[in-house]
């Protein structure tokens, strides 16, 4: 895949990676806003200035496409954004992976539950 793509987005921020995550099915940019604090149980809360701004970009890059919706303007990850999030969920579960290893080794933590999804 593109490796101009893939210096600019990897690592991901936390607001890019979910909002790929959010435009694997259309939406458009409410939902997104709506599906992210959902799926993070309000860990992370868009803005609309932030969310349309970071859409912009993703767009112009061909991260995500636009879709029509009625008449509401959605959103869809392209294949390349789809490479991209695959990308940086093996990074992601890699450097856990590490993490967790060391941790135990050390015995400094438990592992928390991973159903709690609070904040530290």
């Known amino acids: 895949m593109n490796e101009a ?3 600019k987005y990897i690592p991901m921020t936390e607001t890019i990676y979910y909002t790929l995550l959010s435009v694997m099915s259309p939406r458009h940019g409410y939902a997104i806003i709506q599906y992210v604090n959902g799926l993070t149980r ?3 809360l868009l803005g609309t200035g932030t969310l ?3 859409v912009g970009r993703l767009v112009a890059d061909g991260v995500i496409e ?3 919706d009625e008449s509401k303007k959605a959103y ?3 294949d390349a954004g789809l490479w991209l999030l695959q990308e940086e969920t093996r990074r992601l579960a890699l450097q856990l992976e590490d993490g967790w290893t ?3 080794e050390g015995e400094v933590v438990k592992r928390p539950n991973l159903e709690d999804r609070g904040g530290t």
């Open 66 to 68: 636009v879709v029509s």
């Open 76 to 78: 869809r990850i392209t």
């Open 42 to 44: 309000g860990r992370i």
């Open 102 to 104: 060391v941790l135990k």
């Open 52 to 54: 349309y701004t970071m």
């Open 5 to 7: 793509l893939r210096k």
